[in-house]
């Protein structure tokens, strides 16, 4: 059974922060590496952010120094920080397995405006 659930979003403005959690399911969360996706408008889903089961952490060029991925394998929960939001992080904020499962969240909406 597939469940991922998304939530934290919000509107922030430029410059402000927010911090997402994903609840997934046992058998999800046990894979190899969780990941935070976004799809804005009119674009193709990305990968933002990557947190290994072993720790090791990774980020896109446009979350890296911004972004802070983490989970708590105990709550299989993970989270995303975002600080220093911009506009252009306004977009759909999905997490899934990576690579990616068929199945998704219903995502959380995030809005960067002032």
């Known amino acids: 059974q597939v469940e991922l659930t998304e939530s934290g979003g919000g509107l922030a403005q430029p410059g402000g922060s927010l911090r997402l959690s994903c609840q997934a399911s046992?058998?999800?969360?046990?894979?190899?590496?969780m990941g935070w996706y976004r799809q804005a408008p009119g674009k193709q889903r990305e990968l933002v952010a990557v947190?290994?089961?072993?720790?090791?952490?990774n980020y896109a060029d446009s979350a890296q120094g911004r972004f802070t991925v983490s989970r708590d394998n105990a709550k299989n929960t993970m989270y995303l920080q975002m600080n220093s939001l911009k506009p252009e992080d306004t977009a759909v904020y999905y997490c899934?397995?990576?690579?990616?499962?068929?199945?998704w969240g219903q995502g959380t909406q995030v809005t960067v405006s002032s």
């Open positions: 899934n397995t990576v690579p990616q499962l068929p199945a």
């Open positions: 947190a290994a089961n072993g720790g090791k952490t």
């Open positions: 046992a058998n999800i969360f046990s894979m190899p590496a």
